[in-house]
């Protein structure tokens, strides 16, 4: 969804129901009680565009409940109406405000889905399905991508050296170095333990392997001092309509494992042609 259609819903959709709900709490008699109906509103508001529209329609809606009541109920005065509509407003901010811990429980666990909760990194189950989307989308329209392949050298002595808590630091430098040296368009994902990858669409062969390389010496320089961090890269670029997931992650942890065998710190590519 995306945010002119998340807005429209949230605004628009409020706005619809409070005018329908006002008109039929305006044509049924008073002892047919409808104006709890405003809730609805106020929570779509709440749920789509936050706290402050939630508010915004809650005073709305005391707005046009005190007028029915006062035109339709005998005996009934400002005062009195207005004594009603605080008590909805009540019930309305307790609404909104669990309405806004149930929104961001649901934001955290989606990212918690999506996400390893170390580096911020995508994971590697989101990666896949990205690198997935952007294969079907090259069917359609062939154009060059490539993945980066990464795998720290010598992981297991920085932890059995430094500490687990030096090899996280490490991990979370490295995924900073990693945002950093590449386009904003490209996916950064940790597949698990020290591997991460590099989603580059719109990528050939040549800038595919000046990015790994570029992206090599800086991991360099990410844990001033020691532990040194070096990493050996393996890069696959293809164009090829029949490519697919399995055969370029493959791929590109083949070429990183020809890149360890040559001596570490150093990068390997291969390309796939159609």
Known sequence: MTRTTRHLLGIGGSALLTLLIYVANDLTPPQIRLALLYLVPVLVATWYEGIWWGIAFTLVAMALRLAVEVEQQVGMTVALSLVNQLS?????????????HLRRTQEQLALLATHDP???????????????????RNRRYPRPLALLYL????????NDTH??????????LVAE?????VRQADVVGRLGGDEFAV????TDATLADAAAKRLAASLKTVFKGTPTVTA????????????????????????????????????????IKS
């Open 232 to 271: 050996s890269i393996g890069v696959v670029s293809c164009s090829a309509a029949e490519a697919n997931t399995d055969e370029l992650l493959r791929k590109a942890d083949q070429a990183m494992y020809d890149a360890k065998k040559a001596g570490k710190d150093r990068v390997v590519q291969v390309e």
């Open 151 to 158: 795998d720290l050298d010598d992981f297991k002595v920085i």
């Open 88 to 100: 909805f407003a009540a019930v309305a901010g307790i609404a909104m405000v669990t309405f806004r």
């Open 199 to 202: 989603l580059m669409p719109e």
């Open 163 to 172: 500490g687990h808590q030096t090899g996280d630091a490490v991990l979370r």
């Open 177 to 181: 170095a990693m945002r950093s040296s």
């Open 118 to 136: 170390l580096t911020s990194l995508v994971n590697g189950r989101a990666f896949s399905a990205r690198l997935t989307q952007e294969l079907e």
